[in-house]
């Protein structure tokens, strides 16, 4: 046997073939008896090669190849652990018993699949049940502000009743600055306000400085900016008396000062425990889809509402809460939605889908290369979710005709559809969350900027993708559906006389003759072969372009003034995305350039006529005049009111595909975020990661440290949940990071 090639399972060689022991050699069905010994000889000879593997670790060949006494110890260690893994992979108990384990559980979850339904729905509706009763127990905020003026020889000292907790809440509102959330653009002034908690006999407890702006003018002492800061501190001890604020300062111009004191719960110590719980608890309904993300999102908005208003004593009034919601981003995707829904009713996607396949024939990559790339395309203007169900039935059509496999079509259409969703700021609901976002905003990130940088970006890893996607399924047959075919039968026969001829060796004249003639036989069936492929792929070639056509002729643009308008529109809409950082004239934010767009394209829609009438075309003739007068007039009557009914586009069957589980879900997250922020969990993570890249001695490696933190964090933690409710928590923490003084990070 050549030793240098493997052994199969069969016992042949990879040379040769593997063969049923039922084949037989020729049509007449006679077996040769010295090709059967072959046959079991080598299975033979692989079963004891199988049985030499098991040695134990002494007697393995691995021994012989060391001569030195030094190393006897290290290899015979090094085999013992080889055959204890090789021990460990042979033996199939315990993965039989882990098999058998979870078959077990995933039996008992079926069997027992009602009574977990029934358990999860009745945790569901006591928690909802506990968050309304501790919600309907406090009262609305009233706010309760103290307004004064101050300057460096006019102090404030104000009286407070007897506190009943240890916690309170200081809010200020004013041309003021926090010591600690100093921004790197602020220009110190010099002055600053000092602001001390008393007890009644004036012995300090707590006090804190801010410090003041720079007016705008410094004749009028006009301030165009001022800021609400939080101070949030608890006493030693319970006071028996009351609460003395006194606020002083350096400045000899007069300073309006606008404070409110507040007090908190007993569990406001227990504020960011609690918050972290009910954080887990919402991303677990979302990562393990327990229940629907949108339901996920608005049982989490219910709880931190509650929690809330447990720590504060007071729940947030109803005005609070919708200023929480991000609107402008609701209003982008809502438009966007409308967009979408009415470009699908003229056919263009299946249209550009199906010429793609006409002009890529037969050649499987120049299809896939198409189809990825113009996956990518839409998701950079469209949401990444609609593109792919736009795309997939007629992906999954296209391949049927192809004959291809269309899963790996479709992986590749979902991967290149989120690359092409981060290119714009339109692309990805993260992305719309960003550029809305109005304190991004204000940091010099809008939709040009936003859509500039992530452009290229985007081109660079479209590439690297592609070639990673072209070289790991380089050949065409990863492609094809494995079927039986017409050409099995004859290949096993090749594969029977090549291998008869190559068992012999020629040792007479009569074995040469014998090899010859075998020799022969199998290259005679193998130019059969060729020459049967050679016509089966001329036919496939032609019913793939007949089949094409029928494709191009079935798939066509069902309204052409539609498409004509929502194209019009939505290219005008772009270019006011483009235009509204740069031109002061428009004072439309992005949100509301989408729902415009989106009411100018229903006004423009309302009235299109059809470009086609399937009436006229199915009339049969008719040669009686009389018949042929009344058939033209109610074939008139019946185009006249079918085309007034296509004029008016179905307003109730539009808005069914508008996503409003999604809008839904955007909207209880940003509350449900907002809760967690105002808990102090977000603050308490970037106090957190702030002090790790502070950590850092040298400050010019801070900004590079901070940026691989964060990258890992978000690939990390959006690998386990969503990007959305992940792109909604980093925000504020970004912001709070880029804000701080110490920390080199350019937002």
Not at 532 to 551: F, H, I, P
Request: aromatic letters at 8%; one cysteine or more; glycine letters at 4%.
């Amino acid at each position: 046997f050549r030793k240098s090639r493997p052994i199969d399972d069969d016992g042949l060689d990879d040379a040769d073939v593997i063969v049923d022991d039922d084949l037989s050699l020729d049509a007449n069905g006679d077996e040769d008896e010295d090709f059967r010994i072959l046959i079991e000889s080598k299975k033979l000879a692989n079963n004891n090669k199988d049985d030499d593997i098991l040695l134990s670790p002494n007697q393995t060949p691995l021994n012989e190849e060391f001569d030195t006494e030094s190393t006897t110890n290290n290899v015979t260690y090094g085999c013992q652990c080889l055959h204890l893994i090789k021990s460990l992979l042979d033996n199939n108990h315990h993965i039989e018993n882990l098999k058998d384990k979870a078959y077990r559980a995933t039996q008992f979850l079926k069997r027992h699949a009602h009574h977990i339904s029934t358990l999860k729905a009745l945790f569901l509706v006591t928690y909802c049940l506990a968050c309304i009763v501790v919600f309907s127990i406090y009262d609305d905020h009233k706010e309760a502000w103290q307004q004064a003026t101050i300057r460096n020889d006019c102090s404030l000292y104000q009286q407070h009743s007897k506190p009943t907790s240890k916690n309170f809440r200081f809010h200020l509102n004013g041309p003021y600055v926090s010591m600690n959330d100093t921004s790197k653009n602020d220009v110190n002034s010099g002055l600053y306000v000092q602001i001390e908690i008393c007890d009644s006999r004036a012995n300090r407890l707590t006090s804190w400085f801010v410090y003041v702006i720079l007016p705008d003018d410094n004749q009028t002492s006009v301030y165009s900016r001022t800021n609400r800061i939080v101070n949030e501190f608890t006493l030693a001890n319970n006071l028996d008396d009351e609460l003395n604020v006194r606020v002083s300062t350096n400045s000899r111009r007069s300073l309006p000062f606008v404070y409110e004191l507040r007090q908190l719960g007993q569990q406001y110590s227990n504020r960011i425990v609690l918050s972290s719980l009910l954080l887990v608890f919402v991303y677990s309904l979302i990562v393990f889809e327990l229940t629907h993300r949108c339901l996920a999102a608005a049982l989490g908005s219910l709880g931190g509402l509650s929690l809330l208003s447990l720590v504060e004593l007071e729940r947030p009034k109803l005005e609070t809460i919708v200023q929480w919601v991000e609107w402008e981003t609701i209003l982008l995707m809502f438009g966007m939605m409308i967009i979408v829904a009415i470009f699908c009713e003229t056919g263009l996607f299946d249209l550009i889908a199906v010429r793609i396949f006409h002009y890529s024939g037969t050649r499987v990559w120049v299809m896939i290369g198409a189809l990825c790339f113009l996956s990518g395309l839409l998701s950079a203007f469209l949401d990444n979710v609609t593109t792919i169900l736009l795309l997939t039935p007629i992906t999954i059509r296209l391949c049927e005709v192809m004959s291809v496999d269309p899963r790996y079509v479709i992986i590749a259409e979902v991967i290149f559809s989120n690359i092409g969703g981060t290119a714009t700021a339109i692309g990805d609901p993260p992305n719309v969350i960003i550029t809305a976002n109005s304190a991004i905003n204000a940091r010099g990130i809008d939709f040009t900027n936003f859509t500039l940088h992530m452009f290229c970006g985007s081109l660079l890893v479209f590439a690297v993708a592609f070639l990673h996607f072209r070289l790991l399924y380089s050949s065409p047959k990863n492609f094809v559906i494995e079927s039986e075919s017409e050409f099995d039968e004859l290949k096993k026969e090749i594969k029977i006389w090549r291998r008869a001829f190559q068992t012999i060796t020629p040792v007479t004249k009569e074995e040469k003759i014998v090899r010859t003639l075998l020799k022969e036989k199998a290259m005679q069936l193998q130019q059969l072969l060729t020459q049967r492929v050679n016509e089966t792929k001329a036919g496939y070639t032609t019913t793939l372009r007949s089949k094409s056509q029928s494709l191009v002729e079935a798939y066509k643009i069902t309204n052409k003034n539609l498409l004509t308008k929502c194209s019009v529109i939505f290219f005008v809409a772009l270019v006011l995305f483009f235009l509204n950082p740069f031109v002061e004239a428009i004072h439309l934010t992005i949100g509301w350039i989408s729902i415009m767009a989106a009411i100018v394209l229903l006004a423009a829609a309302s009235n299109t006529p059809a470009t086609t009438n399937a009436s006229d075309a199915e009339q049969p003739l008719s040669f009686d005049p009389a018949s042929s007068i009344n058939s033209k007039r109610k074939v008139s009557e019946s185009s006249s009111h079918q085309q007034h009914t296509q004029n008016v586009i179905d307003f109730e069957a539009l808005m069914h595909k508008i996503e409003w589980s999604t809008l839904l879900f955007f909207a209880s997250l940003f509350i449900f975020m907002k809760c967690v922020e105002e808990l102090g969990l977000l603050n308490f993570v970037g106090n957190q990661i702030s002090d790790v890249i502070k950590g850092v001695d040298n400050k010019s490696d801070r900004l590079v440290i901070a940026i691989v933190l964060l990258l890992f964090i978000s690939a990390l933690v959006s690998s386990l949940i969503d990007n959305i409710p992940m792109t909604t928590a980093m925000i504020p923490i970004i912001l709070q990071l880029s804000d701080q003084t110490n920390v080199i990070l350019m937002i």
